[in-house]
């Protein structure tokens, strides 16, 4: 099993000037961390900067989202190699927020998590159910269909060149977190469909984070569940030292 990662994803907050600011703490705070990975997702137009500031440290910097071409005529777009030119080693493909918003839907994202391959990055595949999925007793389908129409396909080894996050949209930036046991059903839930597309050993090094209201009190619980292998964490990650507690859990 590959190290634990902890994902900070910014959404559409800060500026330059505070990315640089919140990366800096951070790599203060992570001097000598090695029991897990770090990564954090800016917005494009801070990336670069990012980047730079993070050059030298262990902590990862990634896209919050790409386009399955490489260039061409497709105006707002930002795609694989870019994000790779900037110092990208990871992308978050298929959040919920994408899939709510903009039309993401299991094929194209599907469609992203390959191109996201193919230039070298590591995509993290958003799945997760709605509130009425789950109040209708549904999740177990919906996340099924999440994960087999856009990992379905795949060889053995680009399964294990990709992160899953499972994230229940009733939890994110609700304040209400699933509980450890709801997390870890799910996530043994995702590891068997694995399984189903690959094999055991396959399935075992794919790792699987939580998302949805992860914070300093909450996560410790969530990452003794075997199936939970860290987390995604919005809101709590846009101040160092909450995402920073969160890391050290
Ligand atoms: P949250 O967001 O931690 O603010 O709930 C998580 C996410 O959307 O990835």
């Known amino acids: 099993m590959r190290r634990p990662l902890f994902a900070g994803n910014w959404k559409l907050n800060l500026l330059k000037a505070g990315a640089i600011d919140l990366v800096s703490a951070l790599r203060k705070g992570l001097e000598g961390e090695k029991r897990a990975e770090v990564l954090v997702c800016p917005t494009f137009t801070a990336i670069g900067a990012v980047a730079e500031a993070v050059k030298g440290s262990e902590i990862a910097v990634g896209g919050q989202d ?133 094999d055991e050993t396959t399935a075992r090094e794919v790792r699987i984070l939580y998302g949805g209201s992860v914070n300093p009190e909450n996560v410790r619980g969530l990452m003794e569940k075997p199936d939970v292998n860290g987390a995604l964490v919005g809101g709590a990650s846009l101040k160092a030292e909450t995402f920073l507690k969160i890391v050290r859990s």
Do not use: N
């Open 66 to 198: 790409l386009y399955w071409q490489d260039s061409g005529a497709f105006t707002g777009e930002v795609s694989g190699p870019m994000l790779a030119d900037l110092g990208c080693r990871y992308v978050i493909v298929g959040h919920s927020e994408r899939r709510q918003f903009f039309g993401d839907t299991d094929e194209t994202v599907g469609k992203k998590l390959r191109a996201a391959q193919k230039s070298g990055l590591e995509p993290i595949v958003c799945v997760g159910e709605r509130l009425d999925e789950r109040e209708r007793g549904v999740m177990r389908e919906v996340v099924g269909r999440q994960v087999d129409g856009a990992l379905g396909g795949l060889t053995k080894d680009e399964l294990k060149r990709l992160t899953v996050a499972y994230e229940p949209v009733w939890a994110i930036g609700t304040g209400k977190v699933a509980s450890p046991e709801q997390a870890q059903e799910v996530h043994a839930f995702i590891r068997e469909r694995l399984r189903g597309l690959s």
